[in-house]
């Protein structure tokens, strides 16, 4: 089985003046996956070691640099689902945490339970060898100006990167052919504290079946949850490929059947919800597909070739 791997940093209405800095972390994270599936490792080792640089940038609405909540903390969830035994690991509200990507393998292969959350998931984390780090440590100089700035002018969308996205997310498909899927956020900002949004729930922020495919989604998470995004386009994978274009191009039918089924499942979600999100997958046999029906969204994937091709 020929290795794949696909990334995201967000859909949203990304500036000019942050593009660079988008496909830059994107490049980074393809780059850290790749090292590993190209000599052979696992595609979990590789979505997590993609996730977390895209955690530690600060461009994106994952671990430090996160959207700050109400209260004026950092909540992180974050998921892996592993698609040959349909399990997950999942984490939420997480405070102190740096690399939220790292208690969700931890509760995956460890955890009788696939999700933990606040406290509980903490303390998890650090039995199974997780630091912990000051809650402070999490906020970004940026974040916290927005969100003082949300204190004085009400809720204003110009304060901030991503309003309502900016989650980062990776599908890996390994050359023994395992299948994974990942996906880590920050939320909203100046959400309600505990807010839960799509991207830790099985099915809505993240799904994968090796019988079909993984995919990530980014967006409006209260609208993603409506449809079961990642689990719609999953299910969409398994159908026979047509020409059907819901969004009308006239080369329809020259994109793959990953793509038709990204384009489908954005335009099913956007026909019921009306509302915007994007998502990323690859196909069983690996082939990458993405759409997303935002201004802009940060992605990139491993070509054929084994070169990175990054946009926004």
């Known amino acids: 089985m020929k290795p794949s791997l696909i990334v995201h940093g ?4 990304i500036p000019d003046e942050a593009v660079d800095a ?3 972390g994107c490049h980074r994270a393809l780059a850290a996956g790749w090292s590993i599936l190209s000599r052979g490792g696992s595609a979990l080792d590789a979505i997590e070691a993609a996730i977390i640089i895209l955690e530690d940038d600060p461009v994106f609405d994952a671990g430090f640099g996160s959207h700050l909540n109400l209260d004026g903390r950092v909540e992180c969830d974050a998921i892996v689902m592993n698609g040959a035994t349909l399990r997950a ?7 102190r945490v740096k690399n939220p990507i790292q208690v969700a393998r931890k509760i995956l292969e460890n955890c009788p339970h696939m999700m933990l959350v606040a406290e509980g998931a903490e303390r998890f984390a650090t039995e199974h060898g997780v630091k912990l ?4 440590e999490m906020i970004s100089e940026a974040e916290r100006e927005a969100w003082l700035k949300c204190r004085e002018d009400k809720h204003a969308a110009e304060h901030h990167r991503g309003h309502e996205a900016g989650t980062v997310g990776a599908v890996a498909l390994d050359s023994h052919g395992n299948l994974f899927a990942a996906t880590s956020t920050g939320g909203t900002c100046c959400k309600l504290p505990g807010r839960v949004g799509d991207s830790p729930l099985i099915g809505c922020g ?4 090796s ?5 990530s989604c980014t967006g409006y998470g209260e609208a993603i949850m409506k449809v079961v995004l990642a689990k719609t386009t999953v299910d969409l994978l398994c159908r026979p490929a047509t020409c059907v274009d819901p969004s009308n191009s006239a080369d329809a039918c020259n994109l793959s059947s990953a793509d038709l089924a990204a384009r489908e499942a954005i335009h099913l979600f956007a026909k019921r919800t009306h509302s915007t999100a994007g998502l990323i997958l690859l196909d069983r046999l ?4 993405f759409a997303f029906n935002t201004p802009r969204m ?10 990175f091709l990054t946009s926004v």
């Open 10 to 13: 967000g859909a949203w209405d």
């Open 22 to 24: 988008c496909k830059s």
């Open 89 to 95: 690991g999942a984490a939420s509200t997480l405070q």
């Open 133 to 136: 780090c000051h809650p402070d």
């Open 206 to 209: 993240c799904y994968a079946d």
């Open 211 to 215: 019988q079909a495919g993984g995919v």
């Open 286 to 289: 690996g082939n990458p597909g």
């Open 298 to 307: 940060a992605y990139g994937y491993v070509a054929p070739d084994g070169t």
